[in-house]
């Protein structure tokens, strides 16, 4: 592999084991504020165990997004050299004002609420989870419009070889970041519904603990709702994202159907393994007329194909492969959708059950919903995956191809090294991750046992 490979399977490593996080962060940070407003207004203590449960969970999951993000900026300078020199100007101004901005709100009043227990006045101990999880939002908005530049540049002029910034309104008003920030801040609420489904379905299965038992129902029956209402609210925004997708970025359509040739109307399909080469079907199952129906919401209307897109992208931008890997766009869309399905599903299964208060009695229910917990980290990262590489072979959509934003002085040794350094250390932090999570979920209400005598000692001695 050339370091061009190696830097491209850095960047997907670290970016998709950074946003195992993302999500839980963004869509939990709600959750607990939630939780203790209600705490707040009734002065019931179960809201209250529950406000610090869901917390522990939340601060840990935070901590980890914040190690593993860091690395994602400093790839641009390192790995990304020419990226950084041609878009500088434009992408670094929404990725500063993240840090300054959005993410010291979240930080600064994250260490009120874990410090001010007991401490600050009650109100203003609630208004710092609310501004927490104000603050994770608007991170992800901020760092949404720096990836919406990258599908569709805008508020920019090229100049002396670089893209410089000719209008900050344009570039945070960009069409791409309406249809892409509500998909992402949906999906992240459908994560942290299911996470809290697993959690609370595990709880009620082992807990003999009445009062344990009672704040999980409280869980479950709050996740239950949250779970439906953002699974359909992902499903919405994510076929109005495809539509304008359709428009924008045709090929990426193209792509993520296998659609080789033009078609008025256009099918859908269900399965297809195609001959990339070759660029025709080998199999296929297909819906006639359904394609067209998504993108167009009627049975008729052209969807362009990779064969005639090629040939216009030639024509535009010059001589070149323009078509992404077909095989890894269409799965990985599959993927995403088939895991919302079953996400859509299991969430309306477990609303029913809340609403006839039989969630209980619903073994197979309970059962079905810990490995659940998987379902959305799954479709987030196929459809980022899908995202970045039906863009191909584009890093900025039409204006900067992937090879020419790759550092020259950077060798392929030293991308793999630093791959397999992070590969590696990414991994102990997951299984640290993962351990910790796992042990304070399961330890329900009251925490998870002290563990040796110097923490049942005195403070002082402890």
Known sequence: MDALTLARWQFGVTTVYHFF??????????????????????????????????????LINFAMGVVTGIVQEFQFGMNWSEYSRFVGDVFGAPLAIEALVAFFLESTFLGLWIFGWDKLPKKA??????????????????????????????????????????????????????????????????????????????????SRDEENREAFRRS????AVYASVATLAVMIVGHNQAQYMTRIQP?????????????????????????????????????????????????????????????????????????????????????????????????AWALLTMLKGSFERSPVLLALLVPAIALPYLANSTGWI??????????????????????????AGEVLFSLIGFTLLYGVLMVADVYLLQKY????????????????AEPAQA
Not at 151 to 178: C, D, K, W, Y
Not at 220 to 223: I, K, L, Q, S, T
Not at 441 to 456: D, F, I, Q
């Open 21 to 58: 996080f993302v999500p839980l962060t963004l869509g939990l940070a709600w959750v607990v504020a939630i939780f203790q407003t209600l705490w707040h207004v009734t002065g019931d203590e179960t809201w209250r165990k529950l406000t610090k449960f869901w917390g522990k969970l939340f």
């Open 125 to 206: 101990h609630l208004a710092s989870i609310w501004l927490v999880a104000l603050g994770s939002n608007l991170s992800a908005l901020w760092i949404l419009i720096a990836n919406s530049f990258m599908q569709q540049p805008m508020g920019h002029v090229l100049r002396n070889g670089r893209a410089e910034m000719e209008s900050f309104l344009a570039l945070i008003t960009n069409p791409h970041v309406f249809v892409q920030f509500p998909h992402v801040i949906t999906s992240a609420m459908a994560t942290a519904a299911f996470f809290m489904l697993g959690i609370s379905a595990w709880q009620l299965r082992r």
């Open 220 to 223: 479950f029956r709050f996740a």
């Open 251 to 347: 090929m990426k359509m193209a792509a993520a159907e296998a659609l080789w040739e033009s078609a008025n109307p256009a099918p859908m399909s269900l399965f297809t393994w195609g001959n990339e080469r070759e660029r025709r079907d080998v199999f296929a199952v297909k819906v006639p007329g359904l394609l067209s129906f998504l993108a167009y919401n009627r049975f008729t209307g052209e969807v362009k194909g990779i064969t005639n897109l090629q040939a216009e992208y030639e024509a535009l931008y010059g001589p070149g492969d323009y078509v992404p890997p077909v095989k890894w766009t269409y799965w990985n869309f599959r993927i995403m959708v088939g895991a919302g399905i079953v996400m859509l599903l299991l969430g």
């Open 386 to 411: 899908f995202t970045e590489i039906g863009r191909q072979p584009w890093i900025v959509f039409g204006l900067m191809r992937v090879e020419t934003a790759v550092s020259p002085a950077v060798t």
């Open 441 to 456: 979920a399961k330890a329900g209400l009251h925490g998870p046992a002290p563990e040796g005598s110097a923490l049942a």
